[in-house]
């Protein structure tokens, strides 16, 4: 004999219906066998996933087949195409803060910040029908502090007579924000504004 019991791991061969059970490791604790049979498991599975399996993996030819391979991914994909089509729109139809239209020319207005001054330009540029005689354009600009406040002011003048033309004017720098120009062509007035950018 050798001094084996039959609760040992090691005393005999497995039994019938050992092989389902869980057996102890050498810390007394349990043991797990797992067992995957692919045929198994396929013999149960719906039918779309057992055509699928006879099929292979057939990958979607295309980009936009692709992304409408699936009800979900359709949805986002038109979602994306819809906001595309919105920002494209507001870019183009919207106007700019620093961008005056009149009839006959186009005015904007760029600042940047170099040393102790902000220099301001407000640029007439031609539009799609030119003025018959020379007009008479001016600009109050103006540096508007943290507060919102009108710290400096300056007045230029000019006349346009249909090419690209440019009032400029250079703001001493009060930790200025923003500048806003009133802006007037002939009789008509746009206000215009622009932040000026420190970093």
Known sequence: MSGERPGDPGAAGPKAGDADRPSLDGDGQEN?????????????????V??????????????????????????????????????VGVTLFSDNPDTGRFEGATARLKVFLYGDNVYASVTFEPGKTLPSE????????EGIDAGGN????????GVYAGE????????????????????????REAELAASVDRN
């Open 134 to 141: 020379p007009v008479p354009v001016s600009a109050a600009i």
């Open 50 to 87: 057992r055509e699928t399996y006879r099929r292979g993996y057939t990958p979607n030819k295309g980009f936009l087949k692709g992304l409408t391979a699936t009800p979900g991914l359709r949805s986002v994909f038109f979602a994306i195409i819809l906001l595309s089509s919105v920002i």
């Open 32 to 48: 797990l066998n797992f067992r995957y049979n692919r045929e198994r498991r396929l013999e149960r599975a719906p039918e779309i």
């Open 150 to 157: 009108s710290t400096i002011t300056q007045y230029v003048a």
């Open 164 to 187: 690209t033309y440019a009032l400029r004017a250079a703001l001493r720098d009060y930790e200025l924000v923003k500048v806003r120009a009133l802006v007037r062509y002939g009789d």
